[in-house]
Nanobody
Framework: QLQLVESGGGLVQPGGSLRLSCAVS????????IAWFRQAPGSEREGVSC????????TYADSVKGRFTVSRDNAKNTVYLQMNSLKPEDTAVYSC?????????WGQGTQVTVSS
C-alpha cells in the first residue's frame, strides 16, 4: 500500500531552519517526480518545490527560491525539504505528493509555524 508520511515540522523563530522529510513506502521512489505543497489557513494550496525522478531537475516557487532546497535519498525512499531563513509567511501545513497514472497521492502533512 502506497504511503507518504511527512515529518520534521514544528515551531521555529523567524530566520530559523527546519528540515522536512517525506518517507514513501509501497513503491520505489526513484522513478517518480515528487513535489512539496503548502497550505496556510484561509489560503489556497501553493506549490513549493518539485524534483524530477532522477533528481536532475528541481523547481521552486519564487517565494522560497534561495531559501529552500529539495533533495532525495532514493536508498531511504525519502525526500527532504531543507528550509532556511524562515519567515512568518512560511507558516503552513506542508505536504508531499506524487502522481501515478493521473492519480495524486498525498501525505497527511506536517505543520510548520514560524513565529517569535
Amino acid at each position: 500500500q502506497l504511503q507518504l508520511v511527512e515529518s520534521g515540522g514544528g515551531l521555529v523563530q523567524p530566520g530559523g531552519s527546519l528540515r522536512l522529510s517525506c518517507a514513501v513506502s509501497g513503491l520505489s521512489l526513484d522513478v517518480y517526480t515528487i513535489a512539496w505543497f503548502r497550505q496556510a489557513p484561509g489560503s489556497e494550496r501553493e506549490g513549493v518545490s518539485c524534483m524530477s525522478s532522477g533528481g536532475g531537475s528541481t523547481t521552486y516557487a519564487d517565494s522560497v527560491k534561495g531559501r529552500f532546497t529539495v533533495s532525495r535519498d532514493n536508498a531511504k525512499n525519502t525526500v527532504y525539504l531543507q528550509m532556511n531563513s524562515l519567515k512568518p509567511e512560511d507558516t503552513a501545513v506542508y505536504s508531499c505528493t506524487l502522481s501515478i497514472l493521473g492519480v495524486d497521492y498525498w501525505g497527511q502533512g506536517t505543520q510548520v509555524t514560524v513565529s517569535s
